[in-house]
């Protein structure tokens, strides 16, 4: 049973920072894709940023040169550095992991982050 726990989220004022972790549960090796989807009230959830096991990163127009995603195998961890925050970067944040070989897609449950103005 895979397992996506993810930590570090929390009310922040604008221009300001936030780390987010996601700690899967045994080796990360197994997904093709991680990262992290974002879904603000009454709106769809959106990609924000992936990375591919080789290191190949993704990011939504909206956050790129602001926010930056990277993993650490060792601890079985992928993070989300936000600087620059602004007030509508405030949603719900999931991490997301695919296993392609299985056709699997696995969430976490997710932590809000709130950007105050």
Same mark, same amino acid.
């Given at each position: 049973?895979?397992?996506?726990?993810?930590?570090?989220?929390?009310?922040?004022?604008?221009?300001?920072?936030? @780390?987010?972790? #996601?700690?899967?549960?045994?080796? =990360?090796? *197994?997904?093709?894709?991680?990262?992290?989807? *974002?879904?603000? !009230?009454?709106?769809? @959830?959106?990609?924000?940023?992936? =990375?591919?096991?080789?290191? *190949?990163?993704?990011?939504?127009?909206?956050?790129?040169? @602001?926010?930056?995603?990277? @993993?650490? &195998?060792?601890? &079985?961890?992928? $993070?989300?550095?936000? &600087?620059?925050?602004? !007030?509508?970067?405030?949603?719900? $944040?999931? #991490?997301?992991? *695919?296993?392609?070989? $299985?056709?699997?897609?696995?969430?976490?449950?997710?932590?809000?982050?709130?950007?105050?103005?």
């Amino acid at each position: 049973q895979v397992q996506l726990v993810e930590s570090g989220g929390g009310l922040v004022q604008a221009g300001g920072s936030l @780390r987010l972790s #996601c700690a899967a549960s045994g080796s =990360i090796f *197994r997904f093709n894709v991680m990262g992290w989807y *974002r879904q603000a !009230p009454g709106k769809q @959830r959106d990609l924000v940023a992936v =990375i591919t096991n080789g290191g *190949r990163t993704t990011y939504a127009d909206s956050v790129e040169g @602001r926010f930056t995603l990277s @993993r650490d &195998n060792a601890k &079985n961890t992928v $993070y989300l550095q936000m &600087n620059s925050l602004k !007030p509508e970067d405030t949603a719900v $944040y999931y #991490c997301h992991a *695919r296993q392609g070989y $299985y056709d699997k897609d696995y969430w976490g449950e997710g932590t809000l982050v709130t950007v105050s103005s």
